[in-house]
């Protein structure tokens, strides 16, 4: 089932976080689905209570020009009926303002992100705006950004700026979107941090104070770069040097501090990587695409399981569905 991410944030408010999985093709979101209901080999599995977990799928534009995006619309739509048990939200992941209005008209989106980090603040709030009243229009939920993050998104180089909170006050007040990203501390990609550097609570915290009671902030460039992926990677000949990302410890703390979403993406790249890298190491007389597509099936799903165990949304699914 579709729901909006508003829909989702007002159960996990203040307790535990929403994983937001990006996905490029059929293995990923096959992968993310079984993994949100606990299953791991295969779609047959019974669904696991216990681990089963509401989620949002994310869309980025290079994801949506990779192929066609009509083909990610149909893989998701065959998965919702595949699995009928999901609750997820559908979201374009750092949209332009051209792509948000593609999203909100084509009646798939659930929830949209209006990406003007780059810009000046009155700019921001503006395009912000914009995209909020075309949205609201349709009953589709926006997230916009205000800071900046480090690393490379999309075709954007940025340079880290920690979110201001009196500037967050005015941004929310003014562009009226449903929730806000952040820039805590955090970057995308696989190389985050340099020496003592992690999230920033304090301004975080800070952030949560002033903003109206229960909003939902969002936290992007949030993998964690598991060591354990990382050296997997290398050991089949792979060359990750000085790879680092948020201790997933950290997670938690920051749900309880209004982050209600999560973004991942670049964890779910290394599962794929190691998978099909120690295949080909592993299986060289092997040529056909389908067993390392299988391993890494079910590597992500149970990747997500223990994700979502880290995230606190691992068994919340029943109590959504109860919600909505
Ligand atoms: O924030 C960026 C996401 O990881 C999406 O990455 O634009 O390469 O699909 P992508
Ligand atoms: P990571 O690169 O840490 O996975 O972040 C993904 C993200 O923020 C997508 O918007
Ligand atoms: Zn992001």
């Not at 994310?58 to 919702?80: H, N, P, V, W």
């Not at 929830?111 to 395009?127: G, Q």
Request: net charge negative.
């Amino acid at each position: 089932m579709i729901v909006t991410t508003e829909q989702l944030f007002k159960h996990a408010y203040g307790n535990y976080a929403i994983g937001a999985y990006n996905i490029n093709n059929l293995e990923q979101t096959v992968g993310l689905f079984r993994g949100n209901l606990g299953k791991s080999a295969s779609n047959d599995e019974p669904v696991d209570p216990s681990t089963s977990a509401p989620f949002i799928l994310q869309i980025s534009r290079g994801a949506r020009g990779y192929t066609d995006k009509r083909f990610l619309e149909a893989m998701i739509r065959t998965a919702d009926e595949v699995f009928p048990e999901v609750v997820f939200a559908v979201h374009l992941d750092h949209g332009t303002e051209e792509a948000c209005y593609d999203c909100i008209d084509s009646g798939f989106y659930s929830s949209v992100m209006i990406d003007a980090s780059h810009e000046k603040l009155d700019e921001n709030i503006a395009i912000t705006r914009r995209v909020v009243d075309r949205a609201h229009e349709k009953g589709i939920v926006v997230e916009a950004e205000l800071g900046q993050l480090g690393g490379v998104e999309e075709d954007i180089v940025g340079s880290v700026c920690l979110t201001e909170p009196d500037e967050a006050v005015e941004f929310v007040e003014k562009s009226v979107c449903d929730s806000l990203a952040v820039a805590i501390g955090t970057s995308h990609g696989a190389h985050k941090f340099s020496g003592s550097q992690g999230l920033h609570f304090d301004v975080l915290e800070n952030i949560k104070k002033v903003l109206p009671e229960n909003f939902p902030l969002v936290m992007h460039g949030s993998s964690s770069v598991p060591k354990e992926w990382v050296d997997r990677i290398n050991t089949a000949g792979g060359k990750l040097k000085d790879a680092s990302g948020v201790d997933e410890d950290q997670y938690l703390p920051a749900a309880k501090l209004g982050v209600c979403k999560i973004n991942i993406d670049t964890d779910g790249r290394l599962v794929w990587c190691a998978i099909h890298r120690e295949s080909f190491r592993d299986t060289p007389e092997n040529f056909d695409l389908r067993p390392p597509g299988k391993l890494f099936m079910a590597a992500y799903a149970d990747y997500i399981v223990h994700k979502n165990g880290k995230l606190g949304s691992a068994g919340q699914l029943a109590g959504v569905r109860k919600s909505l």
